[in-house]
């Protein structure tokens, strides 16, 4: 089958990777990069039609907080990947990934000054709680995930601290002056202006939402180990001989879509409009949404792979790896490309973009970082970023341009 593996790379993972990274753009730049929640008005020009309407429904279900969930798997997957190839050949790779995970925190802090979003620094600094799980039997590592998707860092945070921020003054809501000061200084603000709020009150915001009640940090982990396993399984060298494994992923996952979003709608039908996260039931219903995300985002990827034994739609989705492959160099640069357009810095186009044209600049700049990625892996080893990377990792300069 044409796209499984070349020059001893693993093509549906790479594929798998680009596939994850062009859902996350489509959700950044629908979003305006905004990276938090927004004042109230301040939106109202995005949606004015029902393209707008469509966009904001699909993107809701089908993509923000599933694609970010992709990439989480695959960076275990990576992680043992690279445990397991050194391993085989002899060596100790624990001080190494240490080093890489350095190398990658400092790329993503110089990302997260352009945009808080920014998870490189997440994984970063989540990553140094993989290394001890590499020699941890399976099912102890299958129960935590269990407990991190069910919720356990959640409620651990809600018992201790209540709905109160554990770093940041003021509320993570659309109505907090410190939203309102954030969302006018990537709208008004220079470039210098933006820095600085991400460097400081940026990264307080970012670890609420990563460790807080929101606990997008405790998921992304969860989604880590996940990976590691499924590399431990060899699932993607052997993944045409399970077929059935995969629809058995595709049942359980649609499953826990479905019932996860009759439980979200009991648990907050009652409690009105006005929602607030005071309260344990609200802890559920964040919980219920986090089932859902996973469910769907274990649609996507069983989908995908059984998408991906099909010849003609093969040749398609393999033609997401040289993507792939190139992912933090087209990660960083698609994160630079938005918020020129969209902050004040850049074109200013906050909030005065429709979804549907949003939407519409995500597809081209997808495109158009697909057909750039594919040229220069023609000519070229690695993406920039990629060679910059690993050459520093290993303390050895790489050979970077093909003969």
């Not at 993972?13 to 680009?18: N, P, S, V």
């Not at 920014?118 to 590592?141: C, E, H, M, Q, R």
């Not at 991190?148 to 659309?174: C, I, K």
Request: charged share 15%.
């Amino acid at each position: 089958m044409p796209g499984v593996k070349t020059n001893n790379r693993i093509v549906i993972i790479d594929a798998l990777r680009g596939f994850s990274l062009a859902g996350i753009v489509i959700v950044h730049m629908v979003e305006n990069y905004v990276g938090a929640p927004t004042p109230e008005g301040t939106m109202e020009a995005v949606r004015i039609g029902l393209p707008d309407y469509i966009v904001d429904g699909f993107v809701f279900l089908f993509l923000r907080g599933k694609f970010f969930a992709l990439f989480s798997f695959l960076f275990g997957l990576s992680f043992f990947i690279q445990m397991d190839s050194a391993h085989n050949k002899g060596q100790d790779f624990r001080w190494r990934f240490l080093w890489r995970l350095l190398l990658l925190f400092g790329f993503g802090y110089v990302h997260h000054l352009f945009y808080r979003g920014d998870i490189l620094t997440i994984y970063a600094v989540l990553g140094l709680f993989l290394i001890p799980f590499y020699k941890v039997p399976s099912k102890y590592i299958l129960a935590i995930c269990g407990l991190l998707f069910l919720g356990f860092g959640r409620y651990m945070v809600f018992a201790f601290n209540g709905a109160d921020n554990l770093f940041m003054q003021g509320e993570f809501s659309p109505n907090s002056p410190e939203i309102a000061a954030y969302f006018e200084t990537i709208r008004n603000g220079s470039l210098w202006e933006v820095f600085r709020s991400n460097a400081t009150e940026g990264q307080l915001m970012k670890m609420d939402f990563q460790l807080g009640i929101f606990s997008r940090g405790y998921l992304t982990y969860a989604f880590f180990l996940l990976g590691l396993i499924v590399g431990r399984m060899q699932f993607f060298k052997n993944f045409l001989e399970h077929r059935k494994l995969t629809l058995k992923v595709m049942w359980w996952s649609l499953g826990i879509f479905v019932v996860s979003i009759g439980l979200a709608a009991v648990i907050f039908a009652p409690m009105g409009p006005d929602i607030t996260f005071d309260n344990w039931r609200a802890m559920l219903g964040l919980s219920a949404v986090d089932l859902n995300n996973i469910g769907m985002t274990g649609i996507i990827l069983s989908g995908f792979v059984l998408l991906y034994r099909k010849v003609k739609i093969n040749k398609f989705f393999s033609s997401f790896a040289p993507y792939g492959r190139m992912a933090l160099t087209n990660y960083l640069t698609q994160s630079l490309i938005g918020t020129f357009v969209i902050y004040g810095w850049g074109l200013g186009y906050l909030g005065e973009l429709r979804n549907i044209y949003t939407f519409l600049m995500a597809l081209v700049l997808i495109a158009l970082q697909m057909l750039a990625s594919n040229w220069w892996l023609k000519r070229y080893y690695y993406g920039p970023l990629e060679w910059l990377w690993r050459s520093l990792t290993h303390t050895k300069i790489y050979p970077f341009t093909r003969k």
